[in-house]
């Protein structure tokens, strides 16, 4: 089932990965849109928040990652790349549950891109089971009775419901999307492909860096009190 969704992805957008960035500002209702209203973030807030939705089984998120990889690693101190796996149901939710169990015993960095590669290269994923899922994260060198036991944790299943919860908030029906700071919905283009799907990002990144409210100047030290008179 997922294997015929991501051929599926596959062809509804063809060369996405490939397409070059036009030029020109982005665009309100065709590289972006605004959500009204403004939704909470994923993360905590006191960072702007570049909250990518995206699924393991989607082939056009394996596409979209060294492109995320390449504009990470010169990520300004002021924002924050979150991955919120989508979980619309059936077979993708415990890709899901794989996800946010590898997050939570802090296995992310070196299994995400493994993962994509285990799905779409390696083709370890057919049916996308629990017990799949587990095999893959045992692979790549998780314990596999801690994954399978964290996947059926509280803690996933809430992590599982909030990003289920995000995407429904922001208006999240396709993959890769990401969401700026709760405030805006960008997705890639066929004719500006997944680079200007990045400078979106950056434009509206700079946008909410410039609405940020400036921050009271210090006041000033308080003069010292004459000494009393004798």
């Avoid at 101190?77 to 619309?88: E, K, M, N, S, W």
């Avoid at 994260?137 to 996947?151: E, F, H, I, N, P």
Wanted: charged share 20%; glycine share 8%; with cysteine.
């Amino acid at each position: 089932m997922l294997r015929s969704l991501a051929l599926l992805a596959a062809l509804v957008v063809p060369g996405l990965s490939v397409a070059q960035a036009a030029a020109g500002a982005p665009r309100l209702g065709t590289d972006y849109e605004v959500i009204s209203p403004a939704q909470p973030t994923f993360g905590a807030p006191g960072k702007i928040e570049v909250a990518e939705v995206f699924s393991y089984h989607c082939i056009h998120c394996a596409d979209f990652q060294p492109y995320v990889n390449r504009w990470k690693a010169k990520l300004p101190g002021d924002v924050r790349l979150t991955y919120v796996h989508a979980a619309f149901g059936g077979a993708i939710d415990n890709l899901a549950r794989g996800f946010y169990a590898a997050e939570t015993l802090g296995a992310t960095e070196r299994t995400h891109d493994a993962f994509f590669r285990a799905f779409h290269v390696d083709r370890k994923i057919t049916t996308g089971s629990p017990d799949e899922v587990a095999d893959v994260y045992a692979s790549l060198g998780l314990d596999r009775k801690q994954v399978l036991d964290t996947m059926n944790s509280f803690g996933v299943t809430s992590k599982v419901n909030r990003a289920k919860q995000f995407a429904q908030r922001t208006g999240v029906n396709a993959t890769p999307t990401v969401i700026v700071n709760g405030k805006y919905r960008v997705s890639a283009t066929a004719d500006r492909g997944f680079d200007g799907m990045l400078q979106t990002i950056d434009y509206l990144v700079a946008r909410e860096r410039a609405a940020a409210p400036a921050r009271p100047a210090a006041a000033p030290a308080a003069a010292p009190k004459p000494a009393p008179a004798r």
